[in-house]
């Protein structure tokens, strides 16, 4: 895997997989012509390895190798898929007939398992990927992690340190006659601090990656900032009050709880939800759906973010797609398919988890741009109310846009001022509603760390997201103070 460091994706597959034009005419051209729209091949090449350390002992040490192609045709609103684990001529032949088969026949969409370049921008070239570190230096950084969080408080009784690497080469090869490709490296460190006193036991984590080398978290010792939140987080529950219940101000801090707007109105800004009319937002483009203090956009071109992607798994170019401008629906996040039907233009968001699943309208990284209030102003301005820092679970209903999320670490604030930490709080609201009450926007944008794992349909993707310091009125707390 090293030399795909500096190896273009289509060089790659060319070579492997002896694909070559004539073979994309044999299997696009002459298997999926005639009666669907549009047809394409994607191949892809995967090591995924993670290592975890437990009370100082490696616990898990695992790489995996996986290769295979899927096969799409469309017609209309249907689309055949079709897709093997085993690149063969007559298993690709295969996948193309049983994908024509299921576009051009079924009544609805379906997925079945057979056993030119037009990338505009290089985001995460590196110089060495993390996959291909040497496993000793990851190993030493898991130690080293270990002990640190451990000596921030000797509350901590227990440390748990994970670190995932992989790198993916895909290829996507149209009937219309273009191929593209991309090599996508991605990595992630995470630390999970349990705390005991006085027979309460408390758990906080943090951690961070992208689509960097493995020194980007030894630079300026980054691995530090994960141990001591980890067991800063923690610690802090120890001591936290239980939550208060009621209608009352909240404020959001900046950076993770964009997690809320990814969940609670992001995926209602999906295409294909709009397509079938089941969003909040079908149907409203053009109106006012937010405060005007609220834009938000999906921008899969930031350099080295975690849900940032040269193409996406259609090979459609990314881009930077303003969804809400001043308070205005002004666009959703496209793939192929639901673009075509809803005569709008792809915008890059067609993904998919591997091979052996169909492209599907997904975030890249979404959040809210920034206002032009200082935070603290912010916070000065609530005279009771939550101030919400980081969140854990919840749950979103897309069709209403009704969610439910626990806050994993949140505080009271008192006339203006941030007091006591509290613990059993959720924020229970409604999406589209919630960016109406939406009064004050700081100046402090701030994207995560690069931990998000968006799940649609079962598949799975890694994305970003991010927020201001945001004052939202009139929201629904759930606590558990008597």
Known sequence: MNDLAHTRPERFFADRFNVTPSLMERLLGSALKGRVDEADIYLEYRVNEELVLEEGAVKKASRHVSQGAGIRAQAGERTGYAHTDDIELGNLEEAARQ????ADQSAA?????VTGDRRPHDLYALDEPPIVTDLERKLALLRTVDAATRAVDPRVKQVIVSLAAEQVVMLVATAAGWTVGDIRPLTRL???????????????????????AFDFFLEGERWRRYATEAARQATLKLSALDAPAGTMTVVLGPGWPGILLHEAIGHGLEGDFNR?????????LGRKVASELVTVVDDG?????????????EGTPTGRTVLIERGVLSGYMQDRLNSRLMGMKPTGN????????PPLPRMTNTFMLAGEDEPEDVLRSVTRGLYAVSFGGGQVDITSGKFVFSASEAYLIEDGRVTAPVKGATLIGNGPDALTRVSRVGRDLRL?????????????????????TIRLDGMTVG???V
Do not use: Y
């Open 301 to 313: 071109t930031i350099p080295n973010r975690r849900g940032s992607l040269n193409v996406d798994d």
């Open 190 to 212: 995470n630390v999970t601090a349990i705390a005991e006193d006085e027979g309460k036991r408390e758990m906080g984590g943090w951690g961070g990656g992208g689509r960097v």
């Open 350 to 357: 067609g993904r998919r988890e591997s091979f052996a699943h």
């Open 448 to 468: 995560d760390e690069g931990v998000g794992t968006c799940g649609k349909d079962g598949q799975s993707v890694p994305v970003g997201v991010g927020l201001p």
């Open 109 to 113: 969409s379906a997925v079945v398992p």
């Open 99 to 102: 994908a024509r088969a299921i």
């Open 276 to 284: 079938k009319g089941v969003s909040a937002f079908a149907g409203r």
């Open 479 to 481: 606590g558990t103070a």
